[in-house]
């Protein structure tokens, strides 16, 4: 399934979206450097605020149709596609292995998107996650550094995991999907079509991309998905895209506590699931656990069996058709 | 010279340099959210901060027998060694078609190394630049937007290179150095040597480090360095390490107005070389005009000619026995 040299024909990088923006009247400051001299700070002018990263990479002969685009989720980059903490494999060179295309992104204000001014540009300073926020979050465990019986991410190289982080702008979501949709837009030019792997709220901006471009998405692959909208919101794009739900372990109703967005899918998955099956949608409900598969934290692609959920999502995707060429 | 195909054995990515760090008394804020709710933020807790990120590509049979580490300039990423701002290819590639490993760093606080929060861990904001000050900084032109005659950066791709710009601490000087220390010390453990490739302000942190580790840094090709102290500094372990600095134009002593960085390598560059002379040190000044290459700006690995600089430093290397196994 995988081969031991990876043939990449290119390799590339772009950033996209976003736009010039102008700051004014922001003060100009005398920042100290090393006690030496003040460094002369004027922030006002030009700048280039709002956009996204994307670095490809483009196998000579690869056997699927379409490339591959990793969307990570908040607080996160790109790098969660990359070498696990404990220096396994990432998903992004796997997938390669497999025959995929591969891109993988940072979305605005995350990592080599690079993030603007605030709040001469976005209102808010952003948020920080702590090791004890996160640990919740990501399902680790309820309390601080205790991890689930039986978790399968390796807790000890958590400290790998937290480096990963970056801050979270909670005033931006606008900017990050309309630079998600520019993106697309930009590959239409070039190809056929693309297949979406997100993660956590990566899935939000990608349900929305698709939403926008149906013929152009071939197939959703969301992993840990958190946010299903439970009732109102336009869902017949999805009567035509394949769709892959991939949820980990750690989200019995009767586990407690939980973080908000646990509780969220839990309360809206039968809703969702009900509508896709009325309107007939071609989607696949992975729930790890129900397939004997216990332990995955929301880190999947870095859990000790991360390799084996790869090869299950390609299984998937061959049987759509998009996994051979 | 170059492949159509590059093999690449492995691929992959690892933080590395920093330290857990404990915020305690930030205030807990509530950040609008679209207007909606409110989003509970608690920084407060466990950190890791000060780390930096290394991404790396390790060919099948790589010609060279030490990779090149590609350290980037101030206020930017490692995406500076990647596709230029043109869709051309960048460095990074070209290298590893040449048959060299690659591995391509973003510095602590930026880009994907992330960044810590403020006042609380880095005690100032950063500097942020804008169009017309980079314009300078980068000798695109002496007066924003007007480039310098027979400028061989891109200009009509300016946009695409402010994209690529982050914000940059003036006072993070110190973890960064560190975190390139250990960098290298990880690296140490595991291979016989490597080539430090740096960039502007990165020089000054490949100098720092190859000075601490003269044995294993084998050549240093330092390109457009910002910093050449001018007396005291110890030099003695340049003695050892064959050293390319590679200059591009509009630096000649009648040009006015000049950033301070120019003038600063314009008037300490005598005494750097006699200091080399000196000491009989192994070093190439390649100063592009005199070998009748005009017109390249600060960005050189981004210029029109940007491949042809990529191989006389392949050249130079092969000369020193860095480019052939």
Redesign the interface.
């Known amino acids: 399934m995988t081969n031991?040299?990876?043939?990449?024909?290119?390799?590339?990088?772009?950033?996209v979206g976003?736009e010039?923006t102008v700051?004014q009247g922001a003060p100009v400051?005398d920042?100290?450097?090393?006690g030496t001299f003040t460094?002369h700070?004027?922030?006002?002018?030009?700048?280039?605020t709002k956009?996204m990263?994307v670095?490809y990479t483009e196998l000579?002969g690869p056997k699927a149709p379409y490339p591959l685009l990793m969307w990570h989720g908040g607080g996160l980059?790109?790098?969660t596609w990359?070498?696990t903490p404990d220096?396994r494999?990432?998903w992004?060179?796997l997938f390669?292995r497999m025959g995929f295309d591969v891109y993988v992104s940072?979305a605005v204000e995350r990592?080599?998107a690079?993030?603007a001014?605030f709040p001469d540009v976005n209102p808010?300073?952003p948020?920080?996650h702590?090791?004890?926020?996160r640990w919740l979050n990501l399902k680790m465990g309820a309390v601080y550094p205790e991890p689930y019986q039986g978790q399968r991410f390796p807790v000890q190289y958590y400290?790998?995991l937290?480096?990963?982080?970056?801050?979270r702008w909670?005033?931006s979501?606008?900017w990050t999907q309309a630079a998600y949709d520019q993106y697309l837009e930009r590959l239409e030019k070039a190809l056929p079509g693309v297949i979406l792997m997100a993660h956590s709220q990566g899935c939000t901006f990608a349900l929305n991309a698709a939403r926008k471009r149906p013929d152009f998405v071939k197939a959703l692959v969301l992993v840990e998905c958190v946010s299903l909208p439970d009732s109102k919101s336009d869902m017949a794009f999805l009567r035509d895209i394949p769709q892959l739900y991939v949820y980990g372990d750690f989200m019995e109703p009767d586990r407690e506590p939980v973080h908000s967005w646990v509780a969220h899918v839990r309360d809206n998955a039968p809703t969702w699931r009900g509508r896709l099956d009325a309107m007939g949608a071609d989607y696949t409900w992975m729930h790890l656990p129900e397939l004997g598969i216990r332990g995955n934290s929301h880190m999947l692609m870095m859990d000790d069996n991360s390799a084996d959920i790869a090869e299950l999502i390609r299984q998937w995707l061959v049987q759509k058709g998009l996994g051979v060429q």
Do not use: C
Request: glycine share 12%; proline share 7%; aromatic share 12%.
């Open positions: 031991d040299i990876i043939p990449v024909k290119k390799r590339g990088s772009f950033h976003g010039r700051i400051e920042l100290p450097y090393f460094f700070s004027d922030p006002n002018g030009t700048h280039w956009q990263y670095q000579a980059t790109g790098v990359e070498t220096g494999e990432g992004d060179t390669l940072d990592g080599r690079s993030w001014k808010t300073p948020l920080f702590s090791y004890e926020s400290d790998q937290m480096m990963q982080g970056v801050p909670m005033t979501d606008e």
